[in-house]
């Protein structure tokens, strides 16, 4: 039994850009997976994992030729059954060691096992190791079967006969275990020890004597950086290098992340090069110029160091040229009409005023049960302007905002590049000489967009992005059409916790009950529980995004059901987490819960305060003492609003708490005494619940 590196590369045709650095992981994963299966990994194996725009490839370390023989032991059947009253083996096991394998002479070596209180019979199987080509040949269709390929192929073999399916026909199949060529084969081709250089400047042909040359002979002879991260990094540092030459930056590293990615998986052997536009186009809004760069051309745009755009912007090639000039110049050939278009939109549509285009909304539709988008702007505008009335905000600027921010979607710079919805809508409310209140509302009205986007900072800008998610949310759960299971066709997910994350993060004093009661005002013929629906919907997000800030489904529940002030939250979780690592915590907790349980279950009575003159036991009337003491100074605490420090404080009371329920009988026959015990509780509970139902922490 040897132990050696192993490397299988699959060499295909141009594989997709977005879905590239995927399939390389789950390709190496998939043979790690299988082989590690098989018992062929010896300790650990490190994975490298290599991807690029013609290849998929896997190199492990400490990999066994064959993996060590093994006894597996295999349950048959009960023992009545196995062995008749002499002990004599029955035809009903005579047949299982048949289908097992086993020899009949394999009977003296059966054991019998009470499993369960039946008296089973385990046979004993010695089970030869796999063999190396075996197991990789089964791991390697295993995992090309379960690549998360965006949309499969079918082509012909080279016998003309035979068709077969995969994400882009492969051309080349090398595997070696260290320098011996493995015997597997998959969609036709058979395993070598040669592997392909670069399109058009690497060797066509490079044969491996072993598996540690891969790397850097289709490096240095092939043109080709197999691993997706080293490229990645190859290509980050000549960005970084080419916009320091240059004077400029590249921007938040956020910005340019996703890009960096897709281009890395459309080059195998990069080169930067800086082009340039003339810079008449900056008059262009910044926005449309780096979007068509971006998206259309995949240049990286250049800033200047003040953030604004430069005229520069970086190319990267799949040709490392000593002279790159014609690259250059044709990429800038290239990006000189898009950016001619970009201008040519933007200086039409300034000539219609956004309000001038209101009236074309009617032919837009929004939902045929919904009306059109002019309808739906009405029924935002006026939610806006209650909604702002609420924050103390212009209700008027509110309103405007709200009816001008769809207007942008009939404009012919967002009709080409809808990324640009609300953008471009500031653009052209600034140059109408709108308010900065209401251009600002529009170009945030979208926002949140995605999980971590940034909220809308001002109150009319909120009360416009609030109005525009709840009429969304209330038009059509007033049709019935909220979300089930993993359906979500109309986003209604990310509206509520649009919502809620507004509500929250800005602390906003409304009330959800009464914002779904105002958004539902407009949808005069809504099913008649879809306020409570809506209601519940948006309660329900709430929980499921708490729980995705790290806390478990008890600590959140104790908090929303006192339901605080939406902004009190995180401090409330917070404090709540704090005390559930208390020693004291598991005691109160369950002590909370039973007062919780014995109030429910007693008869109301008057909210009377507990007298001390009724208190008969020692028990109760050191907890009334003790209560009395920390109420003061957790009230401080509470009205600092260090809830930690308030509900830490009520750990002093877990010996008290607890001999007044190992000493005291709260319902004594005794009707005064019984009604006094119960304020007392009342007292307690009222005490310690402020910052959150403690009882709901009890298990």
């Not at 240095?220 to 080293?230: K, L, R, T, Y």
């Not at 020693?583 to 109160?588: G, N």
Request: neutral net charge.
């Amino acid at each position: 039994m040897t132990t050696a590196p192993l490397l299988i590369e699959l060499f295909t045709e141009e594989l997709p850009p977005k879905a590239l650095q995927k399939l390389g992981d789950a390709f190496a994963q998939g043979i790690h997976d299988g082989l590690k299966k098989s018992g062929l990994i010896e300790g650990e194996a490190p994975v490298r994992t290599f991807a690029t725009p013609r290849r998929l490839g896997v190199l492990l370390a400490n990999i066994r030729d064959k993996a060590p023989d093994r006894t597996e032991v295999r349950k048959l059947m009960p023992a009545k059954v196995a062995f008749d009253a002499q002990g004599q083996a029955t035809p009903a096991l005579l047949k299982r060691l048949e289908k097992e394998g086993l020899p009949a002479d394999s009977l003296g070596k059966l054991e019998r096992r009470d499993e369960g209180g039946t008296e089973t019979v385990f046979a004993s199987v010695d089970l030869p190791g796999a063999k190396l080509a075996d197991a990789a040949q089964a791991a390697l269709l295993d995992s090309i079967a379960k690549l998360p390929i965006p949309k499969v192929m079918s082509y012909q073999l080279t016998d003309g006969e035979t068709t077969v399916k995969f994400v882009r026909p492969a051309h080349g199949l090398a595997a070696l275990h260290g320098s011996e060529v493995l015997d597997i084969e998959v969609l036709g081709l058979k395993a070598g020890r040669t592997v392909q250089g670069h399109r058009f400047q690497g060797g066509a042909a490079i044969e491996l004597k072993d598996t540690s040359e891969y790397s850097q002979r289709l490096d240095q002879e092939g043109h080709v950086i197999a691993s997706f991260e080293d490229r990645r990094s190859r290509i980050e540092k000549l960005l970084r290098e080419r916009a320091e030459e240059t004077g400029n930056s590249l921007g938040p590293r956020e910005d340019y992340a996703a890009l960096l990615d897709e281009v890395t998986a459309l080059v195998e052997y990069p080169a930067v090069y800086v082009g340039s536009f003339e810079a008449e186009f900056l008059e262009v809004p910044a926005e449309c110029l780096i979007l068509t760069m971006k998206q259309n051309q995949k240049y990286f745009p250049l800033f200047h160091a003040d953030g604004s755009l430069s005229s520069r912007f970086l190319i990267v090639s799949n040709m490392v040229l000593a002279d790159p000039a014609n690259i250059v110049l044709g990429n800038e050939r290239v990006v000189r009409p898009r950016l001619s278009d970009a201008r040519f939109f933007f200086n039409t549509d300034k000539k219609t005023k956004l309000a001038d285009r209101m009236a074309k909304l009617a032919s837009v539709v929004y939902h045929n049960k919904l009306g059109t988008q002019l309808e739906r702007t009405e029924r935002v505008a006026k939610l806006a302007g209650a909604i702002a009335t609420l924050l103390g905000a212009d209700a008027a600027k509110a309103e405007r905002a709200a009816r001008l921010a769809k207007c942008d979607l009939v404009t012919d710079m967002v009709g080409e590049f809808p990324e640009l919805q609300g953008t471009m809508g500031r653009y052209y409310a600034l140059h109408d000489g709108e308010a900065p209140e209401v251009a600002d509302a529009i170009a945030r009205h979208y926002q949140p967009r995605f999980s971590g986007d940034a909220l809308p900072a001002h109150p009319v800008s909120l009360a416009v992005a609030l109005a525009d998610k709840l009429e969304t949310l209330a038009g059509l759960f007033s049709i019935g059409q909220e979300p089930t299971g993993d359906k979500d066709p109309f986003a209604l997910r990310r509206h509520a916790l649009g919502v809620i994350r507004m509500l929250i993060e800005k602390d906003l004093p409304l009330s959800v009950p009464d914002l779904v009661k105002q958004a539902l005002s407009a949808f005069p013929s809504a099913q008649a529980d879809a306020g409570d629906k809506l209601a519940s919907y948006v309660f329900d997000r709430l929980i499921g995004y708490l729980r995705d800030q790290g806390y478990s489904a008890l600590e959140v529940d104790a908090v929303v059901t006192v339901r605080p002030r939406w902004g009190e939250f995180p401090l409330r979780l917070a404090a709540v987490k704090s005390f559930t690592a208390l020693p004291e915590a598991v005691s109160l907790a369950a002590a909370n819960k039973r007062v919780a349980n014995i109030l429910k279950k007693s008869a109301p009575v008057a909210d009377a305060k507990p007298d001390s003159a009724r208190m008969v036991e020692s028990a109760e009337r050191e907890l009334w003492s003790a209560l009395q003491r920390t109420t003061p100074m957790a009230d401080a605490l509470f009205a600092a609003n260090d809830y930690a420090g308030y509900l830490k404080s009520f750990a002093a009371l877990k010996a008290p708490v607890d001999a007044f329920f190992d000493q005291v009988m709260v319902n004594a026959e005794d009707a005064n005494i019984r009604n006094n015990r119960l304020a007392l509780l009342r007292e307690l509970r009222d005490a310690m619940n402020r910052v959150a139902d403690l009882s709901k922490l009890a298990a």
